[in-house]
């Protein structure tokens, strides 16, 4: 994976943004280092974000609840760039889906949404050239199906509080994905094998989108 090299300048002032973060004492002070620290990560390589991301990762405790929110919304898209770090991730998103605010557990789904749709067409796509997963991205996808339960149970259980309703949008998402196309081949990929016991029906359609746009938001 091509990325900037990792420097002293650029780790010591993305743990400087970090660290102004946690010890500010105002919700505008912390977003805003926030902001620029999200802003910075964006142009980094993954050496640098496995340095920072554990610490990234404990904002999820912090005791403003819009910070909480913004750092599930950093730590959700550094998942969709580096799926490598979704076994670190997802559990920190699937503990963000008991916050005690509601509008932080709804962009701890939100982020899952992305996700889920992001791992399962990188698994279609590895499943055109292999019998068999990598371990990186098996790990990720058992995490994510994980993740899944956790929401479905949300979904249906009486009550839910705030956040039910996008819960019951994940389970329509995720119902969609497993959906062969109508319209689409039906044709098998190449390699069957172990590979057609993790990926859903629908995923032939994701393979099918994948070759025609080269443009896709989920392609790699």
């Known amino acids: 994976m091509v990325g900037m090299t990792m420097t002293p300048s650029s780790t010591e002032k993305l743990a400087g943004l970090l660290d102004s ?4 004492a ?3 002070s912390k977003l805003d280092h926030l902001r620029q620290l999200k802003h910075d990560l964006v142009h980094e390589d993954p050496n640098l974000l496995s340095h920072l991301l554990p610490r990234l990762l404990e904002l ?16 959700g898209e550094i998942g969709l760039k580096y799926v490598e770090f979704l076994p670190e991730i997802v559990p920190v998103l699937i503990s963000v889906l008991n916050d005690a605010t509601p509008a932080v557990a709804r962009q701890g789904i939100s982020c899952g949404i992305d996700l889920f749709r992001s791992t399962l067409m990188k698994i279609a796509i590895q499943g055109l050239h292999s019998s068999e997963l990598d371990s990186s991205l098996e790990s990720s996808w058992q995490w994510m199906l994980k993740f899944k339960e956790k929401v479905y149970s949300i979904a249906f259980q009486p009550g839910g509080g705030g956040i039910r309703l996008l819960a019951l949008k994940f389970v329509v998402a995720v119902i969609l994905l497993y959906t062969p196309d109508p319209n689409g081949s039906s044709d098998p990929p190449s390699h069957e094998g172990n590979i057609n016991l993790i990926l859903p029906l629908g995923s032939l359609g994701l393979i099918d ?6 443009t896709s938001k989920f392609s790699t």
């Open 21 to 24: 973060a946690k010890s500010a």
């Open 26 to 28: 105002d919700i505008p």
């Open 60 to 75: 999820h405790s912090d005791r403003f609840s819009p910070v909480r929110k913004f750092a599930t919304e950093i730590i």
């Open 209 to 214: 989108e994948y070759k025609c746009s080269s």
